[in-house]
C-alpha cells in the first residue's frame, strides 16, 4: 500500500519549499516488489540544479554564523523527529527497495543514530592547539564550512545513505543540496519534510530528485558547490571525479566493493556459513560490502559448500519480515545480472544454485533474482573482478592461508573484508595484510557503524572515510591560526 502522504509525483525541496521540476516532467517509480508503478518522480535539470544551488550559497552564510553546538540542537531535533516518524520513513524505504519493514525498521534506526552522533560532534568540533619554534607565538587550528556540499547517493540503503552525507555536511556549516536516487525519492523527500518541519532553515538542505546525467552531472559541474561527495558505482565515481577534478573541487568518493570473505580449515562452519549467507544475500547483495568472493580451504570446501548451498537453498524471498531477502531495485539492475551469470557460464564458471530470475506467480512480475552461488570461475574471470551488486556470490578453493590472502588482495576493488579462523595468528595477520578499509574477523563483510570511518582503497573510493568522526575532515575545512603575543605590551 502506497503511505497517503507520498505526493502523485514526488517533488524536490528548494528553499523550504516542495517543488515540481521547471521542465515539468516526471518518470515513474515502480515497485522493485510488483513491478507496477507506485507514483510519478519530478524529473529535473540544470535549471533545477542552479537554482539550488543559489538558493543554497544565500543560506549558508546564516547556518555558518550558527555555532556548532546550535547547528548540533538543530541535527538532533531531526534525528529526534526521525524517530517519532520511524514507521513512516520505514514504510517508505520498503516500499521503495522492496526490503521487509523490518529492514527498513534497522535501516532508518541506524539513520537515526548517525543523526544522533552528528548532533554530538557540535559539542566537540574539536581543531588542535600546538606548540610553535617562536616564543609568545601559540599555534592551534579551526575547522571551518566549506560552502556549498553537493551530495549524490545510491538506492541500496536509502534513508541510511541521506544520514550518511546530510548531517556530517551539516554540522560543518555547508548548506547542502542532495540529489536522491532515482530508485528512492520518496525517502529522501520525507527526510527533507522532517528536516524542515524540525526547524532546520530553509535553503540549507535542497533536495533534488532526477536521473544521474540530468541532475547529477550538473551539480558536479556547478562552481558554485565546494565539496562534492558521491556514492554509488566506480564507474559513475570516476566520471564524477573527472569533471569535478577539471574545476579543483574537493570530492569524496564512496565507491563499489568485490569484498572477499575467508573460511579457514579451523573456522566454526555454521558461524562461516550464517555469516556467508548475511553478507551475500541480506539486502538481496545490494550493499557494497556485500561478500561476493567466498575464499574457502580446500580441506572444508566441499563441507562448507554443501551447507552453504542447503541453507541456501530454504531462504525464504519476498518482501515480508519473515523473508530472508527481497527484490533488487530494478528490472535493469536484474538483466545486467543475468548477463554476467551467462557470460561466466561461458566463460567456464558453473552455476551451482540460482543463477535464474524466480519466475513462479508470486515473484514474477517482481525483480526477484534467486540467490545465486557460482563455483569453477576462475579469481581473474570477469565475473570475479565485476561488482554485481545482487545476490550472488563466487566460491574458490584455496590451499592455505597464504593463497586465501593473496586471493583476497588480487581485486581492483579494495573497500571490505572478512576471515573465519580460530587462530589469533591467521586473525591478525589477514586484519593487518589485507588491503580493504575494513577488515572483520568471524563475522559478515558489511556491519559498519556510525561513529566509525567507512570507505575503500583502490578501486572503492579516493581515499576518504565517512561518516565518524572522519566525515568532518569531508566537509570541514583545516585553518591554522597564528597568535603572537608581544611580552613587552604587558
Ligand atoms: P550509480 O553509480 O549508477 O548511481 C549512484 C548515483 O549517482 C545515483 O543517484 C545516480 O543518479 C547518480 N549518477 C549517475 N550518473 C551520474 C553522473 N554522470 N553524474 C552524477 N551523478 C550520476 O550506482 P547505483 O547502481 O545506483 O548504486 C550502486 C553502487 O553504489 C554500487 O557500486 C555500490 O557498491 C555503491 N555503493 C557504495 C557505498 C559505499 O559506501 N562505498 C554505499 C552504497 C552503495
Sequence with gaps: MIPDFIPATVPNWINGEQVKALSSEAFDKLSPHSGGKLYRVSRSGEDDVELAIQVAVGAQTGW???????????????????????????AVVALETGMSFGAAMGETGAAIAQGEFMAGEGRRFYGRTTTSATPYKYASTVRQPMGVAGLIIAANTPIANVAWKVFPA?????AAILKAAEDTPATAWLFGRIAHEAGLPRGVLNIIQGHGEEAGAPLVANAGVDVVSFTGSTAVGRLVAA???ARLAKVSLELGGKNPLVVCDDADLDNAVTWTLL???????????AASRIIVFEAVYDQFRDRLVERTGGLSIGPDDADDLGPVINEKQLNNMLAAIEKAKEAGASVTIGGHRLDDEAHAPGFYMAPTIIENAHPRDE???????????????VRD?????????????????AIHTRSIHRATEFAQKVQAGVAVVNGGTHGSEPHMPFGGLKQSGNGSREPGTEALDVYSELKDIYINSDPGLL
Excluded at 555558518?64 to 520505514?90: C, F, K, N, S
Excluded at 553478507?279 to 560490502?289: E, H, L, M, T, Y
Design 170 to 174: 551539516l554540522i560543518c556549516g555547508n
Design 243 to 245: 569533471k569535478a577534478g
Design 279 to 289: 553478507a551475500a544475500f541480506s539486502n538481496a547483495g545490494q550493499r557494497c560490502a
Design 383 to 397: 565475473i570475479s573482478v565485476t561488482e554485481l551488486f545482487g545476490p550472488i556470490t563466487c566460491l574458490y578453493r
Design 401 to 417: 592461508f597464504a593463497e586465501a590472502l593473496h586471493m583476497a588482495n588480487a581485486s581492483p576493488y579494495g573497500l571490505t573484508a
Design 64 to 90: 555558518a554564523a550558527l555555532t556548532p553546538v546550535q547547528r548540533g540542537e538543530v541535527l538532533h531535533d531531526i534525528a529526534q523527529l526521525m524517530r517519532r516518524y520511524r514507521q513512516d520513513i520505514a
